[in-house]
Each structure stands twice: as structure tokens, then as C-alpha cells.
């Protein structure tokens, strides 16, 4: 136990805070707009078109950048490493984050948001779409990621000598929470292999609007296995961040090795995508040199360079190469992505998409939201590490149940 | 770091199969076919039949209580809809080939026998209704879209300047075909270009109009078996493909099949999922064991 989560502290309102709220207030004219008028005079989408940079950035992507919670639980849980617990209550906060904000972007976007609560009835389902499972999966996720940082919110609420109340409930449910916490974190991990790998399955039914280079019935292990890589990719950043900017020391050792375990899952992805082209006969549209195989390739080098760059131990361990290699690495996922749900889709002739600056300022005001509500909470309650390197245990470790 | 990377290439290599089991399973044992059903109705369109005077157009706003598509405010003053939109459920297109060859095309829902639009649409507000009638319930329908990008026909269209927009395609004028009616632009056509029916009667009409007259016809039913069959069939003029009237090769397959075969060998009867939340929680329970020594000791 020798060293603990803790809130920073300080002053809420600094210039980043003041800056982020005003690019997020930017957004809320554009959402009233939105909602009076229509998607049409708003966005740039249209009927070939009818998914834009809200499904293909704000849910697609974005789910995937915090899919860092996913990522780092995998680690410390599923294979019982439990040196990386250090990063598991930043990586969980961004990630129950980036997932919340996904979902409001989904409300935005639905033409007849009035009927979600008709999604959830069983009697309703159709078992059939992908989008269901999806949607289901990611309303379940946003619980279980904010249950999964609720200690963090708990252990200050504990200490409130001044309201009574509020410490006693957060005691009974801090106890009620170790008891099922099991159950909690197997479905923190079984959730996002579901439902990052069926964002690829979505795409499998446009057989004839998808680009050949981009269609293959293994998209669901390539979403599943760029989230992973697009999570492990935003854990680094945003420590590098926060390491900056709240003066803290950094995690060198950990995060060299799970670098490591980044290369190999890029070089699976890799495999995985090379090698499925080549048995289905599709590498030539790569030599083809047109727009799309620019894309490809584009796309193949963004994954590639992260990989190279940090096949070294000294790459791994130079925090400059590590801090770009993650940036190249979530730039490559979010390409992949732009590639699948928007560049590569081909509805027909006379059809064309590009965001409007409304729509891109909703996009762009939820990232700023994203990081107000960040910078917030790792200020008032435990989610960042301080002082030595841990042995075994650390503060958000609760006792094993049963 | 070397068993590290090799129980965490392990793992992943696990994952991986457990998304990917689905694709042997899926390709040994398709799902079964869909067949219209018995009672199925339809539309054949003979395009060399058609004189493009639009009236199909014109009646099929009617009846369904479509607004009028007038273009710019300052343009013409009748309806001059330049595709299917959210005011417009039916049109007739031309198609004019680089050496001077014209043909007409009448383009609408083709009801597909195993329709994608359906198979994507999360709680079905777009599903199979009776006789085979490719059907829009509003009350379900959440505005995702998906059915959009799923049709390859390109077919649903959505109401992109209302706040309080719905899905809009042809639904055969159920409302008039539910009361012994039949639908709008086949009672418009003075020539009899578009006309309705039983599914397997307007099947027998077409192949025999091809055998009949092998010369005026480009060989092919479209939507006979094309995409698993359309509810709306097809006959070209000699020498223009279906491509060049758009209409996509879509082979026989129904678009459905590999999506649900996929997920029905992934998520049968949701055995894998509850297997691999057994697992994780066991491996979980493992790790938090091992983590946590009796007594807050070191490791």
C-alpha cells in the first residue's frame, strides 16, 4: 500500500477550463438548430449519405479512443497483471467519458430520438440487427463504467463528515459495490469485445456500397482489435498529458510495457488485414493507385509507423517516441474508421458528404466537454497516482468478494 | 516482458477466434432461404413498354398525400421531383446511353423478399407485412438511418427538414391493396408498363414475355432471383443491362445472409457470451486473489 490515488486539487476555474467551456458553449446554439429544424439544414448528410461525422467520429471513433478502461482491464484483470493498475482509474474515467458523450451524440443524431425508450423492451428486439446489439450493449457499458469509477466518488463522499447522510449512503453502496464488483468487471470486459467488434459488423450488410478494401467478414475482429490498440494508444496520451500539466511522475516503466504489448497487437492487426486482402484476391486494388488505394495505404503506413517506432526498447522507453507512436497509432484507428463508415462507402453516383462547421462545432464542443468534465473530476476526487511505483496493491483494489 | 507479451498474444489470438468462429460455421451451414409468401404480391415494369408520361408520379402523390416536389422556391411551379425523396415515392427516370439508345425507369421500393432495410432495423419498424409488402411503422422507428445505408437500391429516404421526421419509401399503397385495390401508379398507366399482381403470376408473365419475344428484351428478369428475389420485377429493352437503369448486381445472395449468419453462429442462443463472462469473471476473481494477499502484505 504504498502509494495511493488522489485528487489534484487547486483552482477549477484555470484559462484551459475557461477555454474548453467556451468552445463547448459554441455547440449549444448549433444543438438547438438541430432539434427545432431538422438534421437537413444542420448537417451535411443526405439520403446516400445518412450517416455523418456523428456516427462516424463522435460513436465509431470515439468509443474507440476511450476504449482505454477495455484495454488497460484486460491487462490487470484478465490476464493478472496487476502492475497496470495504476492507470485503470484514469483510463476507466476516460473512458466512461468519451462513452457518455457517445451516447448523447447518438441522441443528437437519431431522427426520432422520442422513441429510444422503446429500444431497451424485449418484446421489441430484432434479433437480427446488429445495431441493436450495439445499442443495447453501449446503454449497459456507460453504467458500468461510471459504477466501475464510482469508488473514486465514494472515497471522498465517505470522508463528508459534515453531511451524515450523504457519507452513510455512500458507505452502503461503496460495501454493496465490492460485493458484485466480480460481475461489474468481467462485464466491463465482456461489453466492449461485444460491441466494438459488431461497430465493424455493422458494415458487413452493405456488400455492394463498401469498398472491396475496406468489405470483409472479418471486420468484426479488426474493429475489436484496432479499439484495443486505439485504447492502449489514448491510456499513454492522456498520461503524457496529464503528467505535463499536473506536474506528476511518470509511469516509465509501465507504460514501456504495455507498448510492448501494442506492437503486438498491431502487427496482428496488420497480419490480419494484409493477409485477408491477399487470400481473397483484393491486393490489386491496392496497386490500382487511385483515391481509395491512397487511403489504404495511408492507412496502412499510420498503422505500421507506431509499430516500427516502438519495436525497440529504446523507443519504448523514450517517452517522446512512446507519446508520438500513440498519437500515430490513434490517428491510424480513426482513419481506419473514416475509411470504413465514410470515404470507402460508395452509395451511387451524384452522392457526395462533407461535415458542415455547424456539425463539426457539436463535434468538436463534446471533446472540449470532454475534457472540462476531466479536468473537474481528477481536481476534486482520487484518480490519479502519486509518488513511487506500487507494490501489489493499491487503494481502488477492493477485497475479493465471497 | 517476454511471458507478458506472450499470455497477452494469447489472449488476443482467443479473442480473435471467438469473433472469427462465426465465419467457417457461417459459410458451413447458411441460414435457410426466405420465400415470399404464398399470397405475395407485386410489380412487373416493362420498360420497353413505358412512354415516361409520369402519371404514375403524379397518382401515386395522390395517393399517399404527398406534398409536391417543385424544386428551388423560384422554379417551376408543378411538380418536377429530380429523384426519389422524402415527397417522393415513385419516379420515372431516363437513362440515355453514349450511343443514343434512351430507356425509361420506374424506380420505388422493390420489396425485397429478404429485405436488408428489415434485417438492420432494431426493433422492426420496417418488416415484412402481410403479402410480402415491405412495411414503415413510424411509431417504432427511432430515425437511426440504418436502413438507409443498408438498402442497395437506395430506396428508404428520410424527411431531412422537419424536426419531427419520418422514413419514406413505397409501401405498394397497402392502404388501397388491403382493401382489394391496387396500387396508385398501376392504375395511372395508360400503357400498362407497370403492372400488379400475384408474385408467381407477374414471374410467369415476364419469362414468357422474354421467350415470346427474345428480340426486344435484354435476357434477364430483374429481381427474379437477384439480391434472394424482389417483389418487384424487371424487363429491359435489348441491349441495355439493368446496370446502365441502376440496378445493382447484387448475385443471388440475399444481403442479410452473411450479417445474420455471423452473428447467429456468434451469439446462438447467447451461449459465447455467457461462456466468456463465466471466464472473465473466473479469471477476474483469479487475479483479484493473487492481488490481494490476506493482509495488505507485499506480493
Not at chain 1, 497516482?385 to 475479493?400: Q, V
Request: with cysteine; proline share 7%; glycine share 8%.
Amino acid at each position: 500500500m504504498s502509494r495511493k490515488a488522489q485528487a489534484v486539487g487547486g483552482s477549477i476555474l484555470t484559462w484551459p477550463f475557461i477555454a474548453a467551456l467556451a468552445v463547448f458553449a459554441l455547440c449549444l446554439p448549433v444543438l438547438a438548430w438541430r432539434f427545432l429544424y431538422g438534421l437537413g439544414p444542420t448537417t451535411g448528410m443526405n439520403d446516400g449519405f445518412p450517416w455523418g461525422i456523428w456516427i462516424a467520429f463522435d460513436v465509431v471513433t470515439g468509443t474507440a479512443l476511450a476504449c482505454g478502461g477495455f484495454s488497460v482491464a484486460i491487462l490487470c484483470y484478465a490476464f493478472n497483471k496487476g502492475k497496470y493498475h495504476p492507470l485503470i482509474r484514469p483510463a476507466i474515467l476516460t473512458s466512461a467519458l468519451g462513452y457518455s458523450l457517445a451516447g448523447a451524440s447518438v441522441i443528437i443524431d437519431l431522427g426520432r430520438y422520442w422513441n429510444v425508450w422503446k429500444i431497451p423492451l424485449l418484446w421489441n428486439w430484432n434479433r437480427n440487427s446488429v445495431l441493436l446489439e450495439v445499442a443495447l450493449c453501449i446503454m449497459t457499458y456507460v453504467f458500468v463504467l461510471w459504477i466501475e469509477l464510482s469508488p473514486a466518488f465514494f472515497e471522498v463522499w465517505e470522508e463528508q463528515e459534515k453531511y451524515p447522510l450523504l457519507c452513510r449512503v455512500a458507505r452502503w453502496l461503496h460495501g454493496l459495490l465490492n460485493r458484485y464488483l466480480i460481475g461489474i468487471l468481467a462485464l466491463g470486459i465482456l461489453l466492449p469485445t461485444m460491441h466494438q467488434s459488431s461497430l465493424g459488423s455493422l458494415m458487413l450488410i452493405m456488400t455492394t456500397k463498401l469498398h472491396k478494401l475496406w468489405h470483409t467478414p472479418l471486420l468484426p475482429v479488426l474493429f475489436l482489435s484496432s479499439a484495443i490498440l486505439m485504447g492502449y494508444a489514448a491510456v499513454i496520451f492522456e498520461s503524457a498529458l496529464a503528467d505535463e500539466v499536473f506536474d506528476r511522475p511518470r509511469e516509465t516503466k509501465i507504460l514501456a510495457s504495455m507498448s510492448g504489448i501494442m506492437v503486438v497487437v498491431l502487427f496482428f492487426f496488420l497480419g490480419v488485414r494484409l493477409v485477408d486482402l491477399a487470400l481473397r484476391d483484393r491486393l490489386g486494388l491496392v496497386a490500382r493507385l487511385d483515391f481509395y488505394s491512397g487511403m489504404f495505404l495511408l492507412e496502412m503506413a499510420l498503422f505500421l509507423a507506431p509499430a516500427l517506432l516502438l519495436l525497440s526498447r529504446k523507443g519504448r522507453n523514450n517517452p517522446g517516441i512512446e507519446l508520438i507512436s500513440a498519437i500515430l497509432m490513434m490517428v491510424a484507428g480513426t482513419l481506419y474508421r473514416f475509411d470504413t463508415f465514410l470515404v470507402g462507402f460508395r452509395p451511387g453516383p451524384g452522392w457526395s458528404y462533407f461535415p458542415t462547421i455547424p456539425e463539426m462545432a457539436v463535434t468538436i464542443g463534446f471533446v472540449a466537454f470532454e475534457v472540462l468534465a476531466y479536468l473537474f473530476i481528477v481536481k476534486k476526487f482520487p484518480i490519479l497516482h502519486t509518488g513511487a511505483p506500487p507494490h501489489g496493491l493499491d487503494a481502488a483494489t477492493p477485497k475479493p468478494s465471497g | 516482458m517476454s511471458p507478458t507479451r506472450r499470455s497477452v498474444l494469447k489472449g488476443i489470438a482467443s479473442a480473435a477466434t471467438l469473433a472469427a468462429s462465426g465465419v467457417p460455421k457461417a459459410f458451413a451451414a447458411p441460414r435457410r432461404r426466405k420465400t415470399p409468401p404464398a399470397d405475395a404480391v407485386g410489380l412487373l415494369y416493362d420498360a420497353t413498354r413505358c412512354i415516361g408520361c409520369q402519371a404514375c408520379v403524379v397518382k401515386c402523390k395522390e395517393a399517399n398525400g404527398m406534398p409536391p416536389d417543385t424544386g428551388t422556391p423560384r422554379g417551376p411551379m408543378y411538380d418536377a421531383p429530380d429523384d426519389l425523396n422524402a415527397k417522393t415515392k415513385n419516379i420515372i427516370k431516363l437513362y440515355k446511353g453514349e450511343d443514343g439508345r434512351t430507356s425509361f425507369m420506374k424506380a420505388q421500393c422493390m420489396h425485397c423478399v429478404d429485405p436488408a432495410c428489415a434485417s438492420v432495423c432494431m426493433i422492426s419498424a420496417l418488416y415484412k407485412g402481410p403479402r410480402g409488402i415491405v412495411v414503415y411503422d413510424p411509431g417504432k422507428c427511432v430515425g437511426c438511418r440504418y436502413c438507409q445505408t443498408a438498402c442497395p437500391f437506395n430506396m428508404p429516404k428520410y424527411e431531412w427538414r422537419t424536426a419531427f421526421p419520418k422514413i419514406v419509401k413505397c409501401e405498394m399503397c397497402r392502404h388501397l391493396v388491403e382493401k382489394g385495390g391496387i396500387p396508385a401508379c398501376v392504375a395511372a398507366c395508360p400503357r400498362e408498363a407497370v403492372i400488379f399482381g400475384g408474385l408467381e403470376t407477374l414471374r410467369a408473365d415476364a419469362k414468357g414475355r422474354l421467350a415470346r419475344e427474345p428480340k426486344r428484351y435484354f435476357p434477364k428478369v430483374y429481381g427474379d432471383t437477384d439480391g434472394g428475389g424482389t417483389q418487384v420485377l424487371y424487363l429491359s429493352a435489348a441491349g441495355i443491362p439493368f446496370g446502365k437503369l441502376g440496378l445493382p448486381d447484387l448475385g443471388d445472395e440475399p444481403l442479410p445472409e452473411l450479417t445474420e449468419s455471423l452473428q447467429h453462429a456468434v451469439y446462438q442462443g447467447f451461449i459465447a457470451p455467457v461462456a466468456l463472462y463465466a471466464i472473465l469473471g473466473f479469471a477476474v476473481y483469479r487475479s483479484f486473489r493473487s492481488q490481494h494477499p490476506r493482509k495488505g502484505g507485499e506480493k
